[in-house]
C-alpha cells in the first residue's frame, strides 16, 4: 500500500483457475479492506505464517512477469535508504501496462519458431509451489515481500569453453588504467570506475566501448543519461559498435506505449542492453554485469517524486546487490564520486598530465593582476577586452566562437535607470523582466504586464537592465560583428550541431552545440549569477558547466581558447585554468567533512506545516548523535527540519523517519510531512 504502515507484503491464497498464470512478477487485483485494488505477485508458497483466514486473488491482471526479483530487491533496498515505502518505488520501476502492446509482442514471439518463450526465467507454478502467494496490495502502487535469498554466483565455465574476445581499447588508452578497466569488463569481472574525461573527448564512444566490453564478456549493461539529446548521442555510439537491435532506448518522454515496448523488450532478455534516462535506472537487464552514469552531477538524474531517489545511488546499490561493475564519469567529479574514490569503492580513471596539456584548450581568466593592468575595466565589464580580442581573431580565422550565457531570455531581471531600485510587480511582488526589446515588463511569477509600471522609490519610469538574457547577449553581438552568423541555443530551441565555419553560437549551459571540428573560442559570461547562487552546491555546479563548456574547444595546439570572465583566485576558476576537477572535488569534500554537510554525513529533510514537521520529529526515535537543525522557512507557509547524522548511522536514520511517518499514517494525520534523504538542495 502507499501508506508507511502498510509497508509490508500481504498473503492471499491462488485458486485453481489462477494457477497457470500467477506466477511470480505478474500484476494481480485482491480485496483488500473490502475494496478491489492493485498489487503484484511477489512469490509462491506452500503454506503461510498467517494464523487467519485467507482471501482468494481476484484476478490476474496479465500473466506478463514485468517485476523482475532483482528489481524487487533494488526497490526495497532503495525504499528503505530513502525513508519511502516500497510501493513508491515500484511505480517508478515499472511503467504502466500497455495490454496492445503486450498483445502485440505475444503475437510476434508467437510467430518465432526458435524463440525461447518470452517470460522464460519466470518460475512456473509447479516449481515455485501451489497455495499461498505473497502479494502486496495496493492502491495504484505495492509493497514488496522479503528478499528472497541472493541469487547465486555464476557457475564457473565448463572446461573448453572459448577465450573471452578480446576488446579493443581504443579511446580508453589515453588513461592509464582505461585498458585495464575494459579488460576487467570483458572477463566478467566488477571493477568500479571514477572516470575524469578529457577536453573533446567522445564519451558517447567511451561508454559504448564499456559496453560492448561487458556483452562481450557474456552479461548485460545499464547505462543512464540526463536528457534526450545525450541519449540520442549514446545510441548512435551504440548502434555503431554493438549493431542493431542490440540494446533498448528507455526514456519517460517516449510515451505509455513506447516505453512500455522498450521495458517488455528488456524483460525478456531480447536485448542485454538497456540504456535511458533517469527512468532506465530500474530497467530489468538478465546478467546485469555494468551500470553506468554519465554527468553525475546533473540535477536531471534527481527524481522529482516520492522517495526522490538519486539515479546515481540507485545505480551503485544495484552495482552492489547484482555484483556488477560500476562506471560514474563525467568532465567534472562530484563529491559523491571523489568520495567513492577516498573510500576506495572505486578507483578514478585519469590521464597523465602529459595527455591532459596536449587535449585541452588555452584558459585564461579577465579578472587577475595582468589583465586588470591592461584593463582596468575587466573588473566590472560583462565582456571585457581580453573577451572581445579573442573572440574577433577566432572569427578572423573562420572559426566559430561559444558564447554561454547563464540566463535565458532578453532581459530575465531590470531595475530603475534612475535610482537602480529593483523593479517589482505592482500585484505580487515579484521580479519584472523584458521579453524584448520593444516588448512591456511583464512580471516572471505571475506574467502581469506592468506597460505603465512607475518606481515607488523615485517615480522613474526608465529602465536599465539588472541581467542580461542570452537573447540580449545575441542581439549585442550580432552588432559588434555585423555579417557573422548569430545562432542561439536554449529551452525554446536546442541545437544539434552547428558548422565550423566563423558563427557566433548563444547557448545556455546545457545547451551547448558541438561544432563541427570543434570552437575556436568558448566565451563564459556571467560567472557571478552562477557563484554567488545560495546553494551548497554553487561552486560544483559552476564547475560542472564550464568543463561542459570548454570541453567543446579545440585544443591549444589548434588555436582552442576558453575565456572565463571571473576572478583568476577563486577555486572553481583555478580547477577550470587547470583542468584539475579531482583537486576541485577532494577540496570540496574536504570542506563539507569538516562543516558536517553531505555526502560527508547523511543529512534527511523534513518539510511541511509546523505543527506536522513537530509531530513528526516527536514521533521518531532518532538514532544517538542525530542533530536536529532548524526551522527555516520554505514554500507556501511550510517549514523544514534538516536531521543529520555520521554516514554509518544513515539506515537507522531512515528507518527511524519511516517508522514516525508509518505513526502519523496510522492515525490519519491530516497534514502531509515530505521526506528527503540526502535532498539535492538543502537551502
Known amino acids: 500500500m502507499p501508506l508507511p504502515h502498510l509497508d509490508r507484503p500481504f498473503d492471499y491464497l491462488v485458486p485453481a483457475e489462477l494457477d497457470g498464470d500467477a506466477v511470480p512478477g505478474v500484476r494481480v487485483k485482491v480485496r483488500f479492506a473490502g475494496q478491489l485494488v492493485d498489487g503484484w505477485l511477489l512469490e509462491r508458497a506452500d503454506d503461510s505464517g498467517h494464523t487467519g483466514r485467507l482471501a482468494y486473488v481476484e ?42 502492446v503486450e ?19 519466470a518460475t512456473t507454478p509447479d516449481e515455485a509451489g501451489a497455495a499461498a502467494p505473497t502479494v502486496a496490495p495496493a492502491a495504484h502502487v505495492v509493497a514488496v515481500a522479503p528478499p528472497s535469498p541472493a541469487a547465486p554466483p ?95 532506448c528507455l526514456s519517460a518522454a517516449l510515451g505509455p506505449a513506447r516505453r512500455y515496448r522498450a521495458f517488455l523488450t528488456a524483460r525478456r532478455g531480447v536485448a542485454p542492453v538497456v ?111 581580453l573577451a572581445w580580442t579573442t573572440a574577433r581573431d577566432t572569427l578572423r580565422a573562420d572559426a566559430p566562437v561559444l558564447v554561454q550565457v547563464p540566463r535565458r531570455g532578453y532581459l530575465p531581471s531590470i531595475s530603475c535607470a534612475d535610482c537602480r531600485t529593483p ?50 547577449t545575441a542581439e549585442e553581438l550580432g552588432r559588434a560583428f ?15 550541431s552547428v558548422p565550423g565555419g566563423a558563427g557566433l553560437v548563444i547557448a545556455t549551459p546545457g545547451a551547448e552545440p558541438p561544432a563541427e571540428g570543434g570552437y575556436g573560442a568558448v566565451l563564459l559570461l556571467d560567472s557571478w549569477a552562477l557563484l554567488t547562487r545560495a546553494d551548497l552546491r554553487a561552486g560544483e555546479e559552476t564547475l560542472r558547466r564550464w568543463l561542459s563548456a570548454a570541453a567543446l574547444a579545440r585544443p591549444a595546439s589548434a588555436g ?44 534527511a529533510s523534513v518539510t511541511g506545516p509546523a505543527a506536522a514537521v513537530a509531530d513528526l520529529l516527536a514521533e521518531a526515535r532518532l538514532p544517538d548523535g542525530a542533530e536536529v537543525l532548524g526551522p527555516v522557512p520554505a514554500d507556501e507557509d511550510r517549514e523544514r527540519m534538516l536531521v543529520r547524522v555520521p554516514r554509518a548511522r544513515a539506515a537507522a536514520l531512515a528507518e527511524a523517519l519511516h517508522t514516525a511517518a508509518g505513526v502519523r499514517s496510522a492515525r490519519k494525520a491530516a497534514d502531509p510531512v515530505r521526506l528527503q534523504v540526502d535532498p539535492l538542495s538543502l537551502f
Not at 555585423?482 to 544539434?496: A, D, F, I, M, Q
Not at 577555486?571 to 577540496?587: C, E, K, S, T
Open 59 to 100: 484476478k490476474v491482471v496479465s500473466p506478463e512477469p514485468v517485476l523482475a526479483p532483482e528489481i524487487a530487491r533494488l526497490a526495497r533496498a532503495v525504499a528503505d535508504r530513502y525513508a519511502g515505502s516500497l510501493a513508491d518505488v515500484l511505480r517508478l520501476a515499472v511503467p504502466p501496462r500497455h495490454a496492445r
Open 103 to 121: 498483445k502485440d509482442l505475444r503475437a510476434q514471439a508467437a510467430t518465432r519458431d526458435s524463440d525461447a518463450p518470452a517470460d522464460g526465467a
Open 154 to 248: 555464476d557457475a564457473a565455465e565448463p572446461p573448453g569453453t572459448p577465450a573471452r574476445p578480446t576488446v579493443d581499447p581504443r579511446g580508453w588508452r589515453d588513461y592509464p588504467a582505461g585498458p585495464a578497466f575494459l579488460g576487467a569488463l570483458a572477463d566478467g569481472r566488477a571493477p568500479r570506475a571514477v572516470w575524469s574525461a578529457l577536453a573533446g573527448e567522445d564519451w558517447a564512444a567511451r561508454y559504448a566501448d564499456a559496453v560492448a566490453a561487458t556483452v562481450a564478456g557474456g552479461r548485460g549493461a545499464v547505462v543512464v543519461v540526463a536528457d534526450a539529446r545525450d541519449l540520442d548521442r549514446l545510441d548512435a555510439a551504440l548502434t555503431a559498435v554493438l549493431g542493431p537491435d542490440r540494446h533498448v
Open 275 to 385: 540504456i535511458g534516462t533517469r527512468a532506465a535506472m530500474f530497467a530489468p537487464v538478465d546478467r546485469l554485469g555494468l551500470v553506468a552514469i554519465w554527468d553525475d552531477g546533473d540535477d536531471l538524474h534527481a527524481e522529482p517524486r516520492s522517495p526522490y531517489p538519486h539515479a546515481r545511488d540507485v545505480l551503485l546499490t544495484r552495482a552492489h546487490l547484482a555484483g556488477a561493475a560500476a562506471l560514474v564519469g563525467g568532465y567534472t567529479r562530484t563529491a559523491e564520486a571523489q568520495l567513492l574514490v577516498e573510500t576506495g569503492w572505486a578507483r578514478e580513471v585519469v590521464a597523465d598530465r602529459a595527455t591532459l596539456r596536449a587535449r585541452t584548450p588555452a584558459i585564461a581568466p579577465t579578472g587577475d593582476d595582468p589583465q586588470l593592468a591592461r584593463d582596468p575595466g575587466a573588473a566590472t565589464a560583462r565582456l571585457p577586452s
Open 423 to 472: 523593479a517589482r510587480c505592482p500585484h505580487c511582488a515579484g521580479p519584472l523582466a523584458l521579453p524584448s526589446a520593444e516588448g512591456a515588463p511583464a512580471c516572471r511569477w505571475c506574467g502581469r504586464v506592468a506597460a505603465a509600471y512607475a518606481c515607488p522609490e523615485c517615480g522613474g519610469r526608465r529602465l536599465r537592465a539588472a541581467v542580461t538574457g542570452a537573447r540580449r
Open 482 to 496: 555585423p555579417g557573422v552568423p548569430v545562432r542561439t541555443s536554449g529551452r525554446e530551441e536546442v541545437l544539434t
Open 560 to 603: 582552442g581558447r576558453v575565456v572565463v570572465v571571473a576572478d583568476g583566485a577563486l577555486a572553481p576558476v583555478q580547477a577550470l585554468l587547470r583542468w584539475d576537477p579531482a583537486w576541485f572535488a577532494a577540496r570540496e569534500l574536504a570542506e563539507r567533512r569538516e562543516l558536517g554537510f553531505p555526502p560527508a554525513t547523511k543529512m
